[in-house]
């Protein structure tokens, strides 16, 4: 199954598997894999942990697709900035975990929102997700205001991250 989102300025896939296997080799395999180029502020550490660690999840279970990381390409500049996506499948409850993070020189052009906006309706558009709930630190205001023009609620604060939820219409 091949997803695609797009949005006015981005085009959001999922983290194949295959990107297992070349996340900490070259730049230029991640580049080749992914048929763009990759902002060098966003491909951190961190951010290829996380497409090691979706990647081999999903070639434990190919029905993950969807449910981890989104990858995020500026379709202007064919560059892939960062990556959004959920923590897993819903859970009993029907509830997800959304993430994000993109490149810091794409950062404060609504970019973020663009995403997580496309992917909330994705995901509202899935059999049996009922809620998605996010996190963020408490002095991350840049976050904060994604989550509040996604709509989210506040529902409280654990050590240093405001929790967030969001229910289905």
């Known amino acids: 199954m091949s997803l695609l989102i797009q949005t006015p300025r981005l085009d959001l896939f999922p983290c194949p598997p295959q990107a297992a296997r070349t996340a900490y080799g070259g730049k230029r395999q991640l580049e080749s894999l992914f048929?763009?180029?990759?902002?060098?502020?966003?491909?951190?550490?961190?951010?290829?942990?996380?497409?090691?660690?979706?990647?081999?999840?999903?070639?434990?279970?190919?029905?993950?697709?969807?449910?981890?990381?989104?990858?995020?390409?500026?379709?202007?500049?064919?560059v892939i900035i960062g990556s959004s996506g959920f923590k897993g499948k819903p859970d009993y409850h029907g509830q997800i975990e959304i993430g994000y993070g993109i490149g810091s020189s794409y950062w404060r052009q609504g970019y973020t929102f663009e995403a997580a906006a496309a992917l909330v309706d994705w995901a509202f558009q899935q059999p049996g997700v009922r809620r998605i709930i996010a996190e963020c630190l408490v002095n991350n205001t840049g976050s904060i205001r994604i989550l509040e023009k996604l709509g989210m609620t506040r529902t409280g604060i654990e050590v240093d991250y405001i929790k967030w939820k969001l229910d289905k219409a």
Do not use: N, V
């Open 35 to 78: 048929g763009a180029q990759i902002a060098s502020d966003w491909l951190s550490k961190e951010a290829r942990g996380l497409i090691t660690y979706y990647a081999q999840w999903l070639e434990h279970d190919p029905k993950m697709l969807g449910w981890g990381l989104w990858l995020l390409k500026h379709r202007a500049d064919r």
